[in-house]
Nanobody, 115 residues
Framework: QVQLVESGGGLVQPGGSLRLSCAAS????????MGWYRQVPGNQRELVAT???????NYADSVKDRFTISKDIAKNTVYLQMNSLKPEDTAVYYC?????????WGQGTQVTVSS
């Protein structure tokens, strides 16, 4: 089992920045993929950014050049640095880890971009 705990969400003005963290614990060996997804009520959950165990990152077009995903192996933590935030970035952000055929999700953290 893998447990994921997100933190760092909050209220920020348009153009501002936030950094989300996702701390993994439990049987974390062989996690080969982690990522951030977001969901707005009434919509499907969508991919924001992912990073492989080898450090290869992938981004949704809507966040390229504004968001950066990174990881700290020693802390078993994945980060999402979000800059130049827009109101349309408002959502609940979820962390996901893939271990073999198993998917694990965190509880989500709310990000609200509003003036």
């Amino acid at each position: 089992q893998v447990q994921l705990v997100e933190s760092g969400g909050g209220l920020v003005q348009p153009g501002g920045s936030l950094r989300l963290s996702c701390a993994a614990s439990g049987t974390i060996f062989s996690i080969h993929f982690m990522g951030w997804y977001r969901q707005v009520p009434g919509n499907q959950r969508e991919l924001v950014a992912t990073i492989t165990s080898g450090g290869v990152a992938n981004y949704a077009d809507s966040v390229k050049d504004r968001f950066t995903i990174s990881k700290d192996i020693a802390k078993n933590t994945v980060y999402l640095q979000m800059n130049s935030l827009k109101p349309e970035d408002t959502a609940v952000y979820y962390c996901k880890a893939v271990q073999g055929v198993r998917n694990y999700w965190g509880q989500g953290t709310q990000v609200t971009v509003s003036s």
